[in-house]
């Protein structure tokens, strides 16, 4: 399988991005890992805008988001409706699983409710979860 070239962690935990992000390095199946600590910051890393206004990519449009859901700012069910309204040339295809610590049927149910949500899993992201998803979604 060849690299995706973009994954993104959206989590507001940074103990656990950095474990997520060695858990993709070590497996090798990303050119690159970004990370955003809330929903707000993710949609302006996907719109080129605040912080991430300049960058080389105008629009990185990632193949595979990792989405918590309980985060300041902006949640991952916030992220999520305010990312189903963005134009699909800012937005592409990727694949988002909610990776979360929320074991709440609740919550599993409400994510089944949106297309874009091909997974749900809880943390810690593990080398087999990583590997499950990829041959799920991305395989050639």
Known sequence: MKKLPLILLIDDDIDDNF???????????????AECHNGKDALDFLRNEGKYAGEDKPYPQPDLLFLDINMPRMNGWEFLNAYEQLPPHIKGGPVVAMLTTSTNEQDIAR?????????YSN??????????????????
Request: proline share 2%; charged share 35%.
């Open 19 to 33: 474990f997520h992000r060695r858990v993709i390095n070590k497996a090798g199946v990303a050119e690159e890992v």
């Open 111 to 119: 994510a089944k409710q949106y297309n874009i949500v091909k997974d």
């Open 123 to 140: 943390k810690p992201l593990t080398e087999i979860m990583l590997k499950e998803v990829l041959q799920k979604y991305f395989q050639e």
